[in-house]
């Protein structure tokens, strides 16, 4: 479900490539400082666009280093990192949590029973740490099983309870800025959800399972309408990014926003359109 708000490389200059990947790298060093190794595993593109987000509004102080880990354990890594790699690290572990539980509680899954087990100690920290946000995570999960179990279709709420979640990770406090980046998160929360299913509507269909646009997907204009609601969502969270007060990293962050999250989307698109020939 994750890993949609990603880079496109090949709009960026060369500085700003490798400083995203210090930010990738940064944030995969938080998740094994703080959660250890299996921490690592949770890295996804997604927390790594919030912790360049934060780090750039609220303009603190990051740290660089060039360390060996795990994965190139050959070559030294540059990796940046600060106060909000480690607050995305820990928002990244809380969402894994959460989603495990949905996985254990919808299909008794085994993986995610075994992760659960040995995070619960680490988990229940960060519970006490972040109430809101672990709050908002437990509701709105608790809320997406049920809507799946009642095989309920409507995108709008759907796809909001998904949001709202991500809402709250993009606020980690209440200041002048939560406003426009809980709105900034929902709307991003939204998109992500509609095409994460988008691109599962297939496999879904063959396996039997939910998909909320299952409804929809007999419409002739079916691809047009995934592509103007995904853009719907895009632009009402770049809308409130743009009033963000933001100058370092911010073409990092613009690409980001407004081509960078279609990529995964074209790739989607392309191959539905050769399987339809």
Known sequence: MFGYITVNQDELKMKDVRRYKSYYCGLCHELGERHGNIGRLTLNYDMTFLAILLAALYETPMKTEKKRCV???????????????????????????????????????????????????????????????????????????????????????VS?????????????????????????????????????AYEDLEKDAKNGEYNPWENQKGRKDFDALVENTLTMMIAESAREFEKLPILEDVDILRNIMYSGVWSRYETVKKKREEGKK
């Open 71 to 157: 994965p190139h354990p050959f070559t030294k890594q540059e990796m940046l990192y600060g106060e909000y790699t480690g607050y995305t690290a820990d928002m990244d572990m809380l969402l894994t949590w959460y989603k495990m539980a949905d996985d254990v509680s919808d299909e008794n899954s085994v993986k995610a029973r075994a992760f659960m087990r040995t995070r619960k100690k680490d988990i229940e920290k960060l519970k006490a740490a972040y109430p809101r946000q672990s709050k908002a995570m437990e509701e709105n999960f608790k809320k997406l099983s049920e809507a799946e179990f009642a095989n309920i279709h409507d995108l709008d709420y």
């Open 160 to 196: 909001g309870l998904f949001g709202g979640m991500i809402a709250e990770v993009f606020v980690p406090k209440q200041d002048e800025w939560a406003d426009e980046l809980y709105r900034m998160g929902f709307y991003l929360g939204k998109f992500i959800y509609l095409l994460d």
